[in-house]
């Protein structure tokens, strides 16, 4: 009987990516997966996406805590107690290679199985670790970008696994697609019903009055990490933080408007459709909450730092 059949990168598409599959480490080139893995064939598989701070994984807890969930979410039953290990792992070696600083990429795939969609004969999920060098954001995203309303539907709204990070990202995709063909940087879904929900890959936020709003998580839409540090920034500024349903027309009576992402932190929305929000240019809460968000991370890496510092002179006593 033949080998099963296996899917085999040629080249790494990536320039200085490490990884790691089920926590073995080999060149890209010679990582495989079965093709009849489910996450290749059905987009059955979860994923999170991180970055670091001078070699901190940033907030890593809260999205490995954010992946158990979403294999939750799924009935998916899968050993990621190594992926902390394996994380940072990664993260060295991207670090050793030359890497400032590097985006990583957690992937859990119910593994391989036959070509129906019953799960129940897959026994043996697989865990992807991708870490790779972060490439500066454009300097344009601080005067703001625009974006545009995008009716999607997503592979998982209206299941029980709505707020799942799943890589079925098809209706992401062709959000994004739609949103640069009409000249803007990302897409704000909306839903059927016509709610506001976020953008296609990131957390959406408007400011009225001095108040920040947001659509509320019980639409489906992903707790984003970042969006959960904006929640907690507002009210150390003292910022009145709202999750309410919002619809297109909220989004010209807006003062500001901004989206949030692990890897873009803060950026500034300034048109939506072709229309200014506000005053067309980042607004002063924006901007406070963007200096507040830098703070947070630049605390969280001095507490990594001396935590590490205090480790090390203990292992040297």
Same mark, same amino acid.
């Given at each position: ?111 391989? #199985? ?79 019903? #016509? ?82 929000? #506000? ?39």
């Amino acid at each position: 009987m033949s080998a099963t059949p296996l899917v085999r990168a040629a080249a790494s598409p990536v320039t200085g990516a490490i990884v790691l599959l089920d926590g073995r480490e080999l060149p890209p080139s010679e990582q495989v997966i079965s093709i009849f893995d489910r996450g290749f064939l059905f987009g059955d598989a979860v994923f999170e996406v991180l970055r670091t701070y001078e070699g901190v994984p940033f907030a890593h807890v809260e999205h490995l805590q954010r992946l158990a969930s979403s294999c939750a979410l799924l009935g998916l039953d899968a050993p990621i107690d190594h992926l902390p290990s394996e994380l940072f792992t990664a993260v060295r070696r991207c670090r050793a290679e030359g890497a400032a600083d590097c985006y990583v990429r957690l992937v859990v795939t119910r593994g391989e #199985g036959p070509l129906h969609l019953d799960p129940t004969p897959c026994r043996t999920p697989r865990r992807l670790v991708i870490a790779s060098p972060l490439l500066p954001l454009p300097a344009s995203l601080a005067s703001g970008v625009a974006m545009a309303t995008v009716r999607a539907h997503r592979a998982a709204d209206g299941t029980e696994a709505s707020a799942a990070k799943v890589t079925a990202y098809v209706g992401n995709l062709l959000a994004y697609v739609e949103a640069r063909r009409r000249g803007a940087y990302e897409a704000l879904l909306i839903a059927d019903t #016509g709610e506001v929900l976020e953008g296609h890959s990131s957390s959406f936020f408007v400011v009225r009055g001095g108040r920040v709003e947001t659509p509320p998580a019980s639409m489906g839409i992903l707790p984003g990490i970042t969006r959960a540090m904006i929640a907690r920034a507002a009210a150390r500024l003292a910022l009145p933080f709202v999750e309410r349903v919002l619809v297109p027309s909220d989004l010209h009576r807006a003062d500001e408007a901004f989206l949030t992402s692990s890897l873009r932190e803060v950026v500034p929305v300034v048109r939506i459709d072709g229309v200014p929000v #506000g005053a067309g240019a980042p607004g002063p809460v924006t901007l406070a909450l963007t200096a507040a968000y830098r703070e947070v991370v630049r605390s969280a890496v001095r507490a990594a730092e001396d935590a590490a510092s205090r480790v090390a002179g203990t292992g040297s006593g």
